[in-house]
């Protein structure tokens, strides 16, 4: 195919553009449509199945939403479900495991009552597990240090048993199907890998997309799904420049047998604005546990891809004075600076695997060093968004749409969960854009 120039083109291939490319060739009229990957495949970052928890975040267990967040997330969640049965998915890249959210000791397991008693509604199959159903459900979880006898602490927990609810995805399977769905809805559609964007311009109503192999592509709208490269991509056409971004890394430990039976997440602490240590049944490695994820502050826009993308995250970061004012004021709170800092000590060897151990014993109370081992190659970059008009780290999904035509997204977690959703906000928009015929009813059958 020689056609360079399309209606609408999406840029990166992760589970969110690969998102839009199926609901943009399935549910609008919108005839040529392209997505360009700046790697060899779909979703090799952080939507590969091991840069992320491989989990539906739902709302049901994830003790850092709120109420109205959760009503929020659970649509979305709802739209990866059914998307997964429409294409009879189930243990191909959706699978059911039982999960839940633990309270440990007095002050979180009253916690974790009231928010039961709030969520339940809204979560019918929820269940509240006393310590005996826990005992039932994850021994090692009930069990104290020795491993036979039961832990001193008082622990509940809310949640879900095998077989009642999916919880689990491997979304870079997902993205492969959502790519091989849009091929097949009649369209004209491309789909190319290593075209690395570097740049894009707007000229007389035409978007001009350049890669680093000197190809030109031309668009009518655009959408740019890249991870952090999607502000890198903003301020090079100089919109976005009210935002900044510190990338964050999340790294994990796995276990050498099996040692959860499902999910099992804790209480956020209010104060730390990144994801609670949990444990998961690992798809990728024989369902043994994984523990994490940590929280490492780096200076590079996409991990385990060389360096090129170090000078990348300082254009992108755009440090003055108010990314200054507002990354002093976080490591003003001990909390948080803290927490930031220690989570560097877990890269260490030698020493990491003992702090680890010590944090995730909360869980597992009999886990021993001997029992886990660096999970080299896992862990992803999330880009945390500062707004420096409102001068503080926005914690959730972006998108600047400032040009009409083209949309920008940032989407750190639950941004894999959310990327049905997120597809249809966007397909909304470049329909009314274009002038183009959304079939919403069809969607709306299909998917929610």
């Known amino acids: 195919m020689n056609q360079q120039h399309y209606d609408v083109v999406v840029i990166g291939a992760g589970i969110s553009g690969a998102a839009l490319f199926f609901e943009l060739a ?33 709302g049901d267990i994830e003790t850092n939403y709120t109420l109205e967040k959760a009503k929020k997330v659970k649509k979305t969640a709802d739209m990866i479900v059914k998307y997964g049965l429409m294409q009879n998915a189930q243990n191909k890249f959706m699978f059911s495991h039982q999960k839940m959210a633990l309270g440990v000791g007095d002050i979180e397991c009253e916690y974790m009552k009231q928010r039961y008693e709030e969520f339940k509604e809204l979560y019918p199959y929820i269940k509240f597990f006393d310590k005996t159903k826990i005992k039932e459900i994850e021994p090692k979880v009930a069990l104290g240090a020795d491993g036979i006898n039961d832990r001193k602490e008082n622990i509940v927990a809310m949640g879900v048993e095998q077989g009642e609810v999916f919880t689990t995805v491997d979304y870079g399977k997902m993205s492969q199907s959502l790519i091989e769905q849009g091929q097949l809805q009649g369209k004209n559609t491309l789909v190319e890998f290593n ?22 592509y031309t668009a009518k709208a655009v959408v740019v799904n890249a991870g952090a490269h999607s502000l890198f991509l903003a301020h090079r056409m100089g919109v976005g420049l009210d935002k900044s971004c510190w990338p964050v890394a999340g ?83 001990p909390t948080i600076r803290n927490y930031v800092l220690y989570n560097y000590l877990f890269e260490l060897p030698f020493i990491n695997k003992a702090l680890f151990v010590k944090d995730a014993r909360k869980i597992v109370p009999s886990l021993k060093t001997s029992d886990i081992y660096y999970a080299s190659g896992f862990g992803g970059v999330r880009p ?19 040009v009409d035509g083209i949309i920008f997204n940032m989407t750190p977690s639950p941004g894999a969960t959310s990327c049905l959703g997120n597809a249809l906000r966007d397909t909304k928009a470049i329909c009314e854009y274009l002038g183009a015929r959304f079939d919403e009813d069809r969607l709306n059958t299909e998917l929610l």
């Open 26 to 58: 399935r549910y609008t009229d919108i005839k040529n449509i392209a997505i360009l990957e700046k790697y060899n495949a779909p979703a090799t970052l952080n939507s590969k199945g091991t840069s992320n928890s491989q989990t539906i975040h739902c």
């Open 195 to 216: 075209k690395e964007v570097t740049k894009i311009e707007k000229k007389d109503d035409v978007f001009h997309i350049y890669t680093t192999d000197y190809k030109e």
């Open 384 to 402: 945390q968004v500062i707004d420096k008009k409102v001068g503080e780290l926005m914690l959730g999904e972006a998108s600047i749409n400032e």
């Open 251 to 333: 790294s994990f430990y796995l276990t050498k047998q099996k040692i959860l039976n499902g999910k099992v997440y804790m209480v956020q602490n209010p104060k730390l604005p990144f994801a609670a240590l949990h444990g998961d049944p690992d798809l990728l490695a024989d369902m043994n546990t994984r523990f994490g994820p940590t929280a490492l502050v780096i200076p590079k826009l996409e991990r385990y891809k060389g360096l090129k993308s170090v000078p990348e995250f300082f254009e992108t970061l755009k440090f003055d004075k108010v990314v200054a004012k507002i990354t002093l004021n976080m490591f003003k709170d």
